[in-house]
């Protein structure tokens, strides 16, 4: 219900540790298809979990390929060139590397076994042009029908002349995407049992190395193809998919490119370790390396890492060519913010037909940032900006721009210094096309000062209704959320496992601070056991109120408290949130409700889960636990001088967290949402 809508960076500083990349995508789904053509079994290990993968994964599963996730490994048995389903529909999302290849071999196979299939995808995939791959299936005699606009997928794929026509070379144009030589390269041994396929590429081909990637992965699933220069490609006569049995699938290096540019911007003391792919790399993306090294960056390598540290900076702006390169060359654009001077990136052409059109939503971004962007058909110029300006980035559906875009939050290194802002990445959940856990991994290896992460407390007594509402806050603004009721709880259940009496202070101090608490998700853990549920007792709840009412109790507690404040931001919950633990805190909510509509909430939580109550003597606990928490010594429970009073007993929860999130807005300096 509340999903994140947006998610704001505030301005970072630096950067270390180890990053472990997740699978490449290029790799990931041609390897999934290969698997899914090959006869006999495939086991195929570090394989990319994200959106495209998954729709490769339902497509080859709809094809009748079984598919069985073991341990760490995914196992793919294959059709191995004969279908065993005729007709499927298959849904393919955005993933352009599960589109074109799919549409040529089930073209091939509908052709030669009577099929019948329907590929459709998102809106944007129906705009992204296949044309020319449809026409060099023509060629071959498969029957393809346009089910939308002519061009452009929807498409179905029909039985055509069951022997193809493979005399003659396949022309295909090489300059829109790569994909399509890619597509008829992994799909044409499915027709070379009886005699050598030429195809012939017309125009100049782009983003060469994906198609090494392709041919590579191919000589491991048994086809050569013997290429004369980027023109003409001969699949052998008799080729047939053969399982290498396992198969490894290296870090996605375009991927690699954020924390390149990370290490390149942000990595002042140790350089950021980079895992998963390296000098072996058969991934083209490896050399934004050089381009990288050209900016400033100090790079060193081996096989499967790379190390990248902060060197010339502010960067060098460079001039580049960079159709080898396509993917990871946004990220220099936005590396370019952090450059003296002017950068040039040329014959990006194919930019204009990905995800979105990439040249005109990169220079819209940029400008939003402050900088000057001049954009041409096949070219970006980016130069700085004098004055950056905090921006809500659009994202477009596109994974990328959401990663790169995360680098402008460095903007307080940027020369010349001025004031450091925030960033607002909307729609941050495109990242799971490639990187579902990219901010994750970003967040975990940076730094800033503490008073740029924002705090929101949500205070209010027992049964107000503040977890609640604050979890919900915390997820739709993508923070960390801290239950400080859940700290004190932990440690009155623990009292009470080990037999420690409520008046004993010393011992109840001690058990706090050496509490094994850890927070994960949805669950809550104490001694590694999953205590979510027990922690919600009302005896439990009702020790946790006299417990917390020692001052050497609530100094244990204090540091663990406190370790929730990290990037991107936090709203916690409790009694002192914004009086005692975090007295600075950017927004505070007290929150109260009557002790009837309390007791009548608690009552109706108890009856709903199966526990008897009676609500008269709810409210008389309530109440004597809202005495005890307003009257203790230290940290009383009472609204911080500035928080917000918000009395929810006639609101609903979705009121309540519209209400805090529309007031948070007001104090945020973003314009658009
Ligand atoms: O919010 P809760 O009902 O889970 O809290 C359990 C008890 O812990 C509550 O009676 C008071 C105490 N508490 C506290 O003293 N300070 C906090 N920040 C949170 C909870």
Excluded at 172 to 178: A, I, K, L, Q, T
Excluded at 434 to 458: G, K, N, W
Aim: glycine share 8%; proline share 5%; charged share 20%.
């Amino acid at each position: 219900m509340f999903t994140t809508r947006f998610l704001d960076l505030p301005p970072l500083l630096s950067a270390a540790g180890t990053v472990h990349l997740p699978g490449s995508k290029s790799i990931s789904n041609r390897v999934l298809l290969l698997a899914g053509l090959s006869a006999g079994t495939t086991v195929i290990h570090d394989l990319l979990a994200s959106d495209d993968t998954r729709v490769m994964l339902d497509a080859l599963r709809g094809l009748g390929c079984d598919v069985q996730p073991r341990g760490e490994t995914l196992h793919v048995t294959g059709l191995g060139g004969r279908l065993k389903t005729h007709d499927a529909k298959l849904f393919l999302g955005n993933a352009g590397t599960a589109m074109r290849p799919l549409t040529a071999a089930l073209a091939v196979l509908a052709a030669t076994q009577s099929g019948r299939f329907d590929l459709s995808g998102v809106p944007r995939m129906h705009e992204r042009p296949i044309g020319d791959l449809v026409e060099a299936l023509r060629q071959l005699g498969c029957g393809i029908d346009y089910l939308g606009n002519d061009g452009f997928p929807p498409l179905r794929l029909l039985p055509g002349t069951a022997r193809l026509n493979t005399d003659k070379a396949i022309r295909v144009r090489g300059d829109v995407s790569s994909q399509f030589l890619t597509a008829l390269l992994l799909a044409l041994p499915l027709a070379a049992e009886q005699q050598a396929i030429t195809i012939e590429v017309e125009g100049e081909l782009i983003s060469k190395p994906y198609v090494e990637i392709t041919l590579n992965l191919l000589a491991r699933f048994g086809i050569e193809v013997v290429r004369e220069g980027w023109q003409r490609f001969t699949i052998a006569r008799g080729s047939a998919y053969r399982s290498p049995g396992d198969i490894h699938v290296e870090g996605d290096a375009s991927s690699a490119s954020y924390f390149i540019a990370l290490g390149a911007i942000a990595a002042t003391e140790t350089p950021i370790r980079i895992v998963g792919v390296g000098s072996d790399s058969i991934q083209g993306d490896i050399r934004f390396v050089e381009a990288a090294r050209a900016m400033g960056a100090q790079v060193s390598s081996g096989p499967g890492w790379l190390e990248v540290q902060r060197g010339k900076f502010p960067l060098k702006a460079i001039t580049l060519d960079c159709n080898h390169i396509p993917d990871a060359a946004m990220t220099l654009a936005v590396m370019a913010l952090y450059a003296i001077g002017t950068t040039r990136l040329d014959n990006i052409a194919s930019w204009r037909v990905k995800e979105t059109d990439r040249i005109a939503a990169m220079a819209a971004e940029l400008r939003k940032l402050g900088a000057t962007v001049v954009e041409g058909a096949d070219f970006i110029e980016v130069t700085p900006p004098t004055q950056w300006r905090p921006a809500a980035i659009d994202t477009y559906d596109d994974h990328r721009i959401a990663m790169c875009f995360s680098l402008a939050a460095f903007n307080g290194l940027a020369a010349p210094a001025n004031a450091a802002v925030p960033v607002r990445i909307l729609d941050p959940q495109c990242v799971g096309k490639t990187f579902p856990d990219y901010f994750e991994t970003l967040f975990a290896r940076v730094s800033t000062t503490p008073q740029d992460i924002p705090i929101i407390t949500v205070d209010g007594p027992t049964a107000s209704g503040k977890g609640t509402l604050a979890s919900a806050v915390a997820k739709s603004l993508g923070y960390h959320f801290l239950d400080s009721g859940a700290v004190y709880r932990a440690t009155a259940l623990a009292a009470m496992r080990a037999s420690v009496r409520a008046d004993d202070e010393q011992r109840l101090a001690q058990l706090a601070a050496n509490l094994d608490l850890h927070f994960d998700a949805d669950t809550i853990c104490l001694g590694g056991q999953d205590v979510t549920e027990t922690l919600r007792l009302e005896e439990v709840g009702a020790l946790a109120s006299k417990v917390s009412a020692w001052p050497l109790v609530r100094a244990a507690l204090r540091t663990l408290q406190v370790s929730f404040h990290r990037v991107p931001g936090l709203v916690a919950d409790g009694r002192d949130m914004g009086t005692v633990i975090f007295p600075g805190a950017q927004f505070k909510v007290f929150l109260t409700a009557s002790a009837a509509t309390r007791a009548e909430r608690r009552y109706r939580q108890l009856i709903s889960k199966g526990i008897s109550a009676n609500i008269d003597s709810l409210r008389a606990e309530l109440e004597a636990r809202d005495a005890r928490d307003q009257t203790r010594s230290v940290s009383p429970l009472k609204p911080a001088v500035d928080a917000m009073l918000l009395d929810n007993s006639a609101l609903s929860v979705e009121a309540s967290v519209e209400a805090v999130l529309k007031a948070w807005e007001q104090r945020r300096p973003f314009k658009e949402t």
